[in-house]
């Protein structure tokens, strides 16, 4: 939704003041894997805010957020609790279940 983006974007913007590499997905066209399943996008689109970062390029948020693998999916609420998290690589219709495992959706 717009208002979603409008969110996504602002976080995007104060992650980025911090210092923190991150992009959204709707920003590049090269995502691959899970990310580019239609249903997994839909499922993301509705409920998430999706940030991505490349573990090199932000080592203070890697370590903050306790990443020792990629990939790694962490799941935070408006307030930044973590609800979840998802490691290693999976198939869409896996990686689905766990967001919404994660979500209780």
Do not use: C, M
Request: net charge negative; hydrophobic share 30%; charged share 30%.
């Amino acid at each position: 939704t717009a208002a979603q983006a409008e969110r996504e974007q602002r976080l995007i913007k104060r992650l980025r003041e911090l210092g923190f590499d991150v992009f959204s997905p709707r920003e590049s066209s090269n995502i691959t894997g899970s990310f580019a399943d239609p249903a997994v996008q839909k499922e993301i689109n509705d409920n998430y805010i999706i940030l991505i970062t490349e573990t090199s390029e932000s080592p203070e948020l890697t370590s903050q957020l306790n990443i020792y693998g990629t990939p790694t999916t962490v799941v935070l609420d408006e307030d930044g609790n973590e609800l979840g998290r998802i490691e290693g690589y999976e198939t869409p219709e896996e990686y689905l279940a766990h967001l919404k495992e994660i979500s209780g959706n």
